[in-house]
């Protein structure tokens, strides 16, 4: 069993920078992938980022890749989301999640965060 807490969520006008965590505990963290995910409201959860699980080897959505940058430390089981140039449409709930696999299929991934907000004013 693994519990995943995000933070790092808030208000920031376009253009601005965040950075989100996900702290984790129970089991080994190292022996997970990890994602972020995001929900904006009245559309479906999509894949944003995900990381291997030595964060050798990273992954992004079209939509992130350039502006957003997933990292962790498994000293510390957290991983990150460097988020830069946001824009309005990143608006959402972002989640991250713990897996066996490196993939961004959300239905491979076996625990979740309850989420934080991001709103990206105009």
């Known amino acids: 069993q693994v519990q995943l807490v995000e933070s790092g969520g808030g208000l920031v006008q376009a253009g601005g920078s965040l950075r989100l965590s996900c702290a984790a505990s129970?089991?080994?963290?190292?022996?997970?992938?990890m994602g972020w995910f995001r929900q904006a409201p009245g559309k479906e959860r999509e894949f944003v980022a995900a990381i291997n699980r030595t964060g050798g080897i990273t992954y992004y959505a079209d939509s992130v890749k350039g502006r957003f940058t997933i990292s962790r430390d498994n000293a510390k089981n957290t991983v990150y989301l460097r988020m830069n140039s946001l824009k309005p449409e990143d608006t959402a709930v972002y989640y991250c999640a713990a897996g066996p696999i490196f993939v961004r299929d959300q239905g491979k991934y076996d625990y979740w965060g309850q989420g934080t907000q991001v709103t990206v004013s105009s």
């Open positions: 129970g089991r080994a963290f190292s022996s997970y992938a």
